[in-house]
């Protein structure tokens, strides 16, 4: 049971870089969604989807894209990379009203 | 919008200290509430929930939350700490996102950490 997969764990970008952060979910979750953490800041939602086609905007969603094309797969992509965009990034899923299930974290760095 | 406030952002306890740790929330509807907690490295774990029904929840580990809907408010108790839990704790609240869905909206997180 792999739960929230989330790769690479680790990345450093030099500015204006793209890249996507991939994350998927095995447990047929409808709902999807990405959090970065910055120190005193907590998890700020940055993009969610509660289904297949259906994304929507969180608090801090700027300079992120997100795609649901799947149930399983929800991928951030960073099209221009910049230094406020250094942080730890989780995935997170659930089904309805339960908990949400957190991927291992992406760490990145931008340069 | 939802906001979640936590105000002790770090707490330092010895082993067999009692802890409590707030929130405070703005949202007047229902609400669902959690504690989730992150060990160095780790990822985030839920603690324990509240939906409804008794607003004195227990959770894993020891720990137990009371839900005061007059003080808008869902504090973190545990009455003995051990030095493993040690960790970042963060509240968080349910906010609606529409077709009957909801996002989940999270404090600031409170670090503790627990002297042998």
């Known amino acids: 049971n792999a739960g929230v997969t989330q790769t690479p764990k680790f990345q450093v970008l030099k500015t204006g870089q793209s890249m996507t952060l991939q994350c998927a979910q095995d447990m047929n979750h409808e709902y999807m969604s990405w959090y970065r953490q910055d120190p005193g800041m907590g998890l700020r939602l940055i993009h969610y989807?509660?289904?297949?086609?259906?994304?929507d905007q969180g608090e801090v969603p700027n300079g992120y894209n997100v795609s649901r094309s799947t149930t399983e797969d929800f991928p951030l992509r960073l099209l221009s990379a910049a230094p406020s965009q250094t942080s730890v990034y989780f995935c997170?899923?659930?089904?309805?009203?339960?908990?949400?299930?957190f991927g291992n974290g992406t760490r990145l760095t931008v340069t | 919008a939802q906001s979640v406030s936590q105000h002790n952002h770090h707490v330092i306890l010895s082993e067999a200290a009692s802890l409590e740790l707030g929130c405070n929330y703005s949202y007047g509807g229902t609400v669902n509430l959690f504690w989730y907690v992150q060990y160095p490295g780790q990822h985030l774990q839920l603690l324990l929930k509240y939906f409804s029904g008794d607003p004195l929840v227990k959770g894993i580990k020891g720990f137990e939350a009371e839900f005061i809907k007059s003080k808008f408010s869902f504090n973190l108790r545990k009455p003995s700490v051990q030095w493993s839990d040690t960790a970042e704790y963060f509240c968080a609240v349910n906010e609606p996102a529409g077709d009957s869905s909801y996002k989940l909206i999270f404090g600031s997180g409170t670090r503790l950490l627990v002297r042998p």
């Open positions: 989807s509660v289904g297949a086609g259906i994304t």
């Open positions: 997170a899923s659930r089904q309805g009203n339960s908990p949400l299930h």
